[in-house]
């Protein structure tokens, strides 16, 4: 790859970061599930009728679901995780992948590493690196699956 193709690939992700809870919930995939009526209704009931009766996990339709159910839901699985915007939460998940973390490098978390990613996502949201890297991310898995 090029890196005019990487600029390119790295801009498509923030701008698809940045307008997908707005696509999604256009064409009806909402945090509440796929709104009556919609595109995203449509989108179902051919991909139900194509399989039988149900939208088959890892279908479009369910990733986009899913994705419509995230994307809203980030900051809030973050903080029942542990990782919140004052510290990690003892006892949690969090506090048990700081610990290993910690075993692992010899007693301290390492700054760069998953545990001090999520910790600073926790406390401050994602940066516009971090959802450039994440729709980058997401680009690469998608057109892996497409081909």
């Given at each position: 790859?090029?890196?005019?193709?990487?600029?390119?690939?790295?801009?498509?992700?923030?701008?698809?970061?940045?307008?997908?809870?707005?696509?999604?919930?256009?064409?009806?995939?909402?945090?509440?599930?796929?709104?009556?009526?919609?595109?995203?209704?449509?989108m179902m009931g051919a991909a139900a009728a194509a399989s039988?009766?149900?939208?088959?996990?890892?279908?479009?339709?369910?990733?986009?679901?899913?994705?419509?159910?995230?994307?809203?839901a980030a900051p809030f699985v973050l903080g029942a995780a542990?990782?919140?915007?004052?510290?990690?939460?003892?006892?949690?998940?969090?506090?048990?992948?700081?610990?290993?973390?910690?075993?692992?490098?010899?007693?301290?978390?390492?700054?760069?590493?998953m545990v001090a990613v999520l910790q600073s996502a926790g406390?401050?949201?994602?940066?516009?690196?971090?959802?450039?890297?994440?729709?980058?991310?997401?680009?690469?898995?998608?057109?892996?699956?497409?081909?």
């Amino acid at each position: 790859m090029g890196l005019i193709t990487l600029i390119l690939a790295g801009t498509g992700g923030a701008a698809f970061i940045a307008a997908a809870p707005f696509v999604l919930g256009a064409v009806g995939f909402t945090a509440g599930g796929i709104v009556a009526g919609s595109v995203a209704a449509k989108m179902m009931g051919a991909a139900a009728a194509a399989s039988g009766g149900g939208v088959a996990a890892g279908s479009m339709v369910a990733v986009l679901q899913s994705a419509a159910a995230f994307i809203p839901a980030a900051p809030f699985v973050l903080g029942a995780a542990g990782f919140t915007a004052g510290e990690i939460v003892a006892g949690s998940v969090a506090a048990k992948m700081m610990g290993a973390a910690a075993a692992a490098s010899g007693g301290g978390v390492a700054a760069g590493s998953m545990v001090a990613v999520l910790q600073s996502a926790g406390a401050a949201g994602l940066s516009a690196a971090a959802n450039t890297i994440v729709g980058v991310g997401g680009a690469l898995v998608g057109a892996a699956i497409a081909l």
